[in-house]
């Protein structure tokens, strides 16, 4: 892993503080709010650096470009950003701006799912009933199925019935005893 550079040091007297003070919040235009996010950004703010990446990967407000949402994405989700690790997973999965490789999403998908994030549950157990990025296992996606379901995410229940239509009776009573 390469080691990030030192973060700037925040300047003394900051344009976005005078205009937070003089116009108020609605004072923000684009640019400002782009410019805030991307310093932000820069100075290792995993909140700041997956806001940026999800710009980049949307094209939202400025032009899409998968390199930089996918150096955005990377930094935050390296720093255990759950939501950064999910998009990343969907990059690696989809190849928006990186080779398709199955198994680098599903370790970001897992990352972010063991942190409780309801569509990466869901995302980890499609790959599991697919076998894609991992191997074929009814029951670990029956598991991350059931997980994504206890969070609200709707569609997890659909996939988990899919999912236990397909299983043996002795599949499904292991994956019924995994905990919750």
């Known amino acids: 892993m390469n080691a990030t550079p030192p973060a700037p040091e925040p300047p003394d007297s900051s344009p976005l503080l005078k205009t937070v003070n003089r116009e108020g919040m609605h004072g923000f235009s684009q640019d400002d709010y782009y410019n805030t996010l991307a310093t932000l950004a820069e100075w ?3 909140k700041a650096q997956h806001n940026l990446g999800a ?7 400025i032009q899409q470009n998968y390199a930089e949402a996918l150096k955005w994405h990377t930094l935050a989700a390296e720093q255990g950003m759950a939501l950064a690790q999910h998009d990343l997973a969907s990059m690696y999965l989809e190849g928006l701006g990186v080779a398709e490789s199955p198994e680098k999403a599903a370790h970001w998908f897992a990352l972010a799912a063991r942190q409780g994030d309801g569509k990466a549950q869901n995302n980890l157990g499609i790959l599991y009933a697919t076998g894609q990025g991992v191997s074929l296992d009814l029951v670990q996606a029956y598991h991350w199925f059931t997980l994504a379901a206890a969070g609200g995410l709707l569609e997890a229940l659909d996939n988990r019935e899919m999912a236990e239509q397909e299983m043996t009776a002795e599949q499904l009573a292991e994956a019924q005893r995994l905990p919750v």
């Open 44 to 46: 290792g703010d995993a």
């Open 55 to 61: 710009l980049f990967l949307e094209g939202m407000e």
